[in-house]
């Protein structure tokens, strides 16, 4: 069973920063792209930022310059360090990853519990 943790979430003030982290554990073959996700209250989950597994990042138009996310594939992890935060970055953040489980079983979407980050003004 693939479980992926989360961890680094809280309060901070406007213009901090925060550092979030993943743990994937379990039965894992490989992880392909791993990432984050953000969600407000009253809106949908939004891309925040993907790495694959050679390291090629993308990142949506309101993390760009101010997050940076990164990996450690021999650990399964996934970081996302976020600087200058607003209050607009508070959510609920949401670790991802494209797994293969086992050998021969097909890859899926696999979630954190989500972590949550509070920007106050």
């Known amino acids: 069973q693939v479980q992926l943790v989360e961890s680094g979430g809280g309060l901070v003030q406007a213009g901090g920063s925060l550092r979030l982290s993943c743990a994937a554990s379990g039965s ?3 992880i392909k792209t791993m990432g984050w996700y ?3 209250p ?3 989950r939004e891309l925040v930022a993907t ?3 050679r390291g090629r990042t993308d990142y949506a138009s ?3 310059g101010r997050f940076t996310t990164s990996r450690d594939n021999a650990k399964n992890t996934v ?3 976020m600087n200058r935060l607003s209050p607009e970055d508070t959510a609920v953040y949401y670790c991802y990853a494209y797994i ?3 050998w021969g079983t097909p890859w899926d979407d696999y979630w954190g519990q989500g972590t949550q980050v509070t920007v106050s003004s």
């Open 62 to 64: 309101f993390a760009k």
């Open 51 to 53: 790495i694959t597994r």
């Open 79 to 81: 970081n996302l360090q």
């Open 100 to 102: 293969q489980p086992q």
């Open 38 to 40: 953000r969600q407000a």
């Open 42 to 44: 009253g809106k949908q």
């Open 28 to 30: 894992i073959v490989e």
